[in-house]
């Protein structure tokens, strides 16, 4: 079929979506990615002329520049639609390149969502390819291409081939690090606290042990616990001061790139790469019956929290239409972006509010839906008044002796009908309510419970406090979280274990050569002010050389200090501790991609290998014989199994804990809940109580 105008995008199923809003004038073709980049088995760039980049067609790329010199030719004039970010116009600059394009010609087109109106809007209001916003994306892969071409060889020389060194996967390697070197430093300290149980009447409430005397007082040791109940003689204690307040709490800002993984992680489950592939499947369209395909979320890569006028006014009208008008700030609800926010485009929303996910949930695979559902539910929260909560502070006091109790009511719920932010332990605020009291009533202790405790350790960094650390310190930008926490987990700098992130002798090895040898790449701050200055390229206020150059000029010295100081390092085998049953020489813990495993030290004569397992000190529930060991699956998801394996064929996702059911006889097991861990039957006939 003649067309007129050829549309280049980089995906073929947004391809297909724009096409169908189109019309018959116009054939859509996809890139499919990038079509030019750096060579791979070269640095690509000339240091000594202005750090000049040499780009080739990306290899297997040959039959779609074909493709698109052909369909080019054939149409009067193309429009390239990449993706509305640095990284799309770098695409769009290449196929002009390729393609002969004039890049004064008004060719660029850009939408930031995949819905029928907006991309005709765009195309009446075509642009020339911004060259400021593709030199701060070039300036971004030479400064990559610098660092990781120049320090990986000296690795592979000095550690071990396969390793790689990279401007933000280095800074979060060393992150992953500094907190585990806090770990192991930390000495915990003991403290104590008490809880009260009180009732007035017959109704029944909480408080905790403030201080002595009007003055707040901790508690370090056990001995301080008996200063205390020594002087509670009674059971009755006075309420000596009522406080009540009224608070707001206001709804969370619309997601970002950042947050929506975040988020994603900690209500879904999600790791942050399945996060962005799902939710890049709702940006480029699903097919809705009768409509077609639409875009149900805008551009998923963006640091930016503004929301278009016309979302606000749809949203405005749904929530007073849905929930009453006293629910709806009426587009008035105020949010800031971060500092440093490159503000391109919108924050992560429905491309309209209309399309619930009830109404979406026939067209939506699970995954799909639940992460549509976090999207449109936290925008349409953004858009709602603050929940209104009644608070309450009750003194109680014996004997100088002081309990506080703190108890909360919701008065509006506001936003809160819609959505409630997740925090880091996966707990959400809930009411706590307390009897009606006021000064001067007296109340009576249930019990009394003094309570040891020591402080804990900082925590590990899970996918989730990761990002939000990066984001914090100005390193890297939405679109690089996701490919740098899979990066160093593949070069096995780093090991994600019970979702949190530990780090390996490997990742130790290479972060002590950065600290050593290349201070520059991995100090924090020279890297957010990096950013901070790509982002000025971008906006056409520095030049991309001026930039490049003050990072290399120091980076070459530290190049040459380190070819000449470092030493070889061997990662010595340890001694496994059992001879191989194959050819009777001893067995040796090696360490590969995937972590450390058994190996022949005849090797390459004997080539035996085994997995490293783990007992966990329980004997196998099925055969009686075998004890539980941790596997991995080939997904790396731990289970249990036995090791008697092939010959018992006992598995399982949750942990056996040695003990049989008290009710069936069956075994039980350890299996997560939110709070804590749960001891329950397989059977499903019996559980313990949670322990937190």
Same mark, same amino acid.
């Given at each position: ?8 995008? @980089? ?12 019309? +018959? ?58 993706? &509305? ?26 939408? %930031? ?83 009260? %149980? ?13 201080? #002595? ?35 707001? +709490?206001? &709804? ?73 008008? @006293? ?20 924050? =992560? ?49 014996? %004997? ?35 009897? @009606? ?37 100005? #390193? ?25 992130? @530990? ?19 991995? %100090? ?50 340890? &001694? ?36 490293? =397992? ?54 039980? #097991? ?23």
């Amino acid at each position: 079929m003649a067309y007129k105008y050829l549309v280049i995008v @980089e995906s073929p199923a947004k391809a297909k979506t724009i096409e169908k809003y189109l019309g +018959r004038n116009y054939k859509v073709v996809a890139s499919v990615g990038h079509i030019r980049d750096l060579p791979k088995s070269k640095m690509g760039i000339d240091t000594e002329n202005n750090y000049e980049p040499h780009y080739i067609s990306i290899r297997g790329k040959g039959d779609v520049i074909k493709s698109l010199r052909s369909a080019a030719k054939k149409a009067q004039k193309v429009f390239l639609a990449s993706d &509305p970010d640095r990284e799309g116009e770098a695409i769009a600059w290449h196929l002009a390149f390729l393609l002969n394009l004039d890049l004064n010609d008004k060719n660029r087109v850009v939408f %930031n969502e995949i819905t029928k109106d907006a991309v005709k809007a765009a195309f009446k209001e075509p642009r020339s390819i911004d060259l400021d916003l593709v030199d701060a994306q070039q300036a971004r892969r030479i400064l990559d291409r610098l660092v990781g071409y120049s320090i990986s060889p000296i690795l592979w020389r000095k550690v071990k081939k396969g390793l790689s060194a990279g401007r933000v996967q280095s800074i979060a390697v060393k992150m992953i690090i500094d907190r585990e070197k806090e770990i192991r430093a930390f000495i915990p300290e003991e403290y104590w606290s008490i809880d009260g %149980n009180f009732k007035k009447n017959s109704k029944k409430f909480k408080a905790n042990f403030w201080g #002595v005397d009007g003055k707040k007082k901790k508690l370090p040791h056990g001995e301080s616990i008996k200063e205390i109940t020594d002087r509670l003689a009674t059971k009755d204690f006075d309420v000596t001061k009522v406080e009540k307040k009224e608070r707001k +709490r206001n &709804p969370a800002p619309p997601f970002t790139t950042s947050s929506l993984q975040q988020e994603a992680a900690r209500k879904l489950n999600f790791r942050t790469r399945k996060t962005m592939m799902v939710a890049q499947q709702l940006y480029e369209g699903i097919p809705l019956g009768k409509q077609g395909t639409v875009g149900l979320i805008t551009y998923m890569r963006t640091d930016s929290k503004r929301i278009a006028d016309s979302a606000k006014a749809e949203a405005a009208d749904f929530i007073t239409d849905t929930y009453g008008p @006293e629910f709806s700030a009426h587009g008035k609800a105020k949010v800031k972006n971060a500092q440093g926010a490159q503000d391109a485009h919108e924050a =992560v929303r429905p491309t309209s509010i209309l399309r619930t996910p009830e109404a979406m949930k026939q067209y939506l695979d699970k995954d799909q839906l639940k992460l549509y559902t976090l999207i449109w539910s936290r925008f349409v929260a953004s858009q709602m008044t603050p929940a209104v909560l009644d608070t309450m502070k009750v003194t109680l006091e014996q %004997n100088g002796v002081i309990f506080i109790a703190n108890g909360s009511k919701i008065k509006f719920k506001g936003f809160m009908s819609v959505y409630i932010e997740g925090t880091d332990d996966g707990k959400e605020e809930k009411e706590n309510l307390l009897p @009606e009291l006021a000064v001067g009533d007296v109340v009576q202790s249930v019990s009394i419970e003094p309570k040891q405790h020591f402080t804990q350790p900082p925590a590990r960094y899970s996918e989730a406090t990761l990002i939000r650390t990066l984001e914090e310190k100005g #390193v890297g930008r939405p679109s690089t979280y996701a490919p740098t926490l899979e990066t160093i987990q593949r070069r096995y700098y780093v090991k994600l274990q019970q979702k949190r992130f @530990e780090p390996t002798e490997l990742g130790e090895i290479v972060n002590t050569i950065m600290e050593d040898f290349f201070p520059q790449v991995i %100090n924090t701050s020279f890297t957010a002010e990096m950013e901070n200055d790509l982002d000025k390229v971008g906006a056409g206020q520095e030049d991309w050389i001026s930039v490049v150059d003050r990072f290399y000029k120091p980076f070459e010295k530290e190049l040459k200090d380190a070819e000449e100081k470092i030493e070889k390092i061997q990662i010595k085998d340890e &001694p496994a501790g059992f001879d191989c049953e194959l050819c009777g020489h001893p067995m040796v813990i090696k360490l590969g991609r995937f972590g450390k495993f058994y190996a022949c030290s005849n090797f390459p004569d004997c080539r035996n290998t085994k997995p490293i =397992v783990k007992e966990i000190g329980v004997t196998c529930p099925v055969c009686h014989e075998g004890q539980v060991i941790e596997r991995k699956s080939k997904k790396n998801r731990l289970f249990y199994g036995c090791s008697r394996y092939p010959d018992c064929d006992f598995t399982s996702w949750d942990k056996p804990v040695g003990r049989d059911c008290p009710k069936c006889g069956k075994y039980l #097991v350890e299996k997560k809940v939110k709070g804590g861990k749960q001891v329950v039957c397989i059977n499903g006939d019996y559980e313990e109580a949670v322990q937190k």
